[in-house]
T-cell receptor, first 115, second 112 residues
Framework: GESVGLHLPTLSVQEGDNSIINCAYS??????FIWYKQESGKGPQFIID?????DKRQGQRVTVLLNKTVKHLSLQIAATQPGDSAVYFC??????????????FGSGTRLLVRP | ETGVTQTPRHLVMGMTNKKSLKCEQH?????MYWYKQSAKKPLELMFV???????ENNSVPSRFSPECPNSSHLFLHLHTLQPEDSALYLC???????????FGQGTRLTVV
C-alpha cells in the first residue's frame, strides 16, 4: 500500500543549531515528494520539493535529501530560528496511475526551537 | 498568502444544521482538493476535483457533499454532522495533479 511516515512526533533544537527531520515512505509511494510547514492556526505552507531523479535539493536554509535505496527522505534546516517552530509534514504523490491524484501526508513532526 | 482563500475561518454548528464551506483560488489552477485535519492524525484527503470533475472520493460519508461550479471555486456542504467531524478542513489547489499543492488557512469546524 501507500504510506508516508515521520520518525519523531517532536524535535527540540537549540536556536542556531541545524535541524534534521526524517521521513520514510513505502515501496509504492511517489516519484515526487514535498515538505510542508504548518504554523499554528494556518494551513500547510510549501517549503521544498524533490523528484526521484534527484538525491538532493537546496533552498534558502533548507535542504532535502532523498535516499531511494532505503526509501528515506529528510529535511535539513540550517541555523534554526524561532520562526522555524512549526509542524513539518512530508508528503508524496503515489506513483500508481489509479491513485495519481492522491497526495499522501505523514503524521508530522513538531519542531520546537529553544532560545 | 498562498492565493487560496477559505471562508469562514471558524464555524460552530449543531448536528441538525446545514452549512457550507467555501474555497476560492486565484492561481489559475485546475485541480482543487478538500482535506480533513484532526488532532494527532495525518491530513486525510476527502475529495479531488480536476477541471471541475470529481476524480476522487476517499470514502467520505454522504453528510459531506462537495460542489465545484468552476475551476476557481470549491464548496463543501455539510448536513447532520457528528461531533467526531469536528476538525480543521483544508482546501488546496494545484496547477495539475502531481504538482505542488497550495493550501488555504482552513476552516476550524466544531460540531456541538
Amino acid at each position: 500500500g501507500e504510506s508516508v511516515g515521520l520518525h519523531l512526533p517532536t524535535l527540540s533544537v537549540q536556536e542556531g543549531d541545524n535541524s534534521i527531520i526524517n521521513c520514510a515512505y513505502s515501496n509504492s509511494a511517489s516519484d515526487y515528494f514535498i515538505w510542508y510547514k504548518q504554523e499554528s492556526g494556518k494551513g500547510p505552507q510549501f517549503i521544498i520539493d524533490i523528484r526521484s531523479n534527484m538525491d538532493k535539493r537546496q533552498g534558502q536554509r533548507v535542504t532535502v535529501l532523498l535516499n531511494k535505496t532505503v526509501k528515506h527522505l529528510s529535511l535539513q534546516i540550517a541555523a534554526t530560528q524561532p520562526g522555524d517552530s512549526a509542524v513539518y509534514f512530508c508528503a508524496a504523490w503515489p506513483r500508481r496511475r489509479d491513485s495519481s491524484y492522491k497526495l499522501i501526508f505523514g503524521s508530522g513532526t513538531r519542531l520546537l526551537v529553544r532560545p | 498568502e498562498t492565493g487560496v482563500t477559505q471562508t469562514p475561518r471558524h464555524l460552530v454548528m449543531g448536528m441538525t444544521n446545514k452549512k457550507s464551506l467555501k474555497c476560492e483560488q486565484h492561481l489559475g489552477h485546475n485541480a482543487m482538493y478538500w482535506y480533513k485535519q484532526s488532532a494527532k492524525k495525518p491530513l486525510e484527503l476527502m475529495f479531488v476535483y480536476n477541471f471541475k470533475e470529481q476524480t476522487e472520493n476517499n470514502s467520505v460519508p454522504s453528510r459531506f457533499s462537495p460542489e465545484c461550479p468552476n475551476s476557481s471555486h470549491l464548496f463543501l456542504h455539510l448536513h447532520t454532522l457528528q461531533p467526531e467531524d469536528s476538525a480543521l478542513y483544508l482546501c488546496a489547489s494545484s496547477r495539475q495533479p502531481n504538482t505542488e499543492a497550495f493550501f488555504g488557512q482552513g476552516t476550524r469546524l466544531t460540531v456541538v
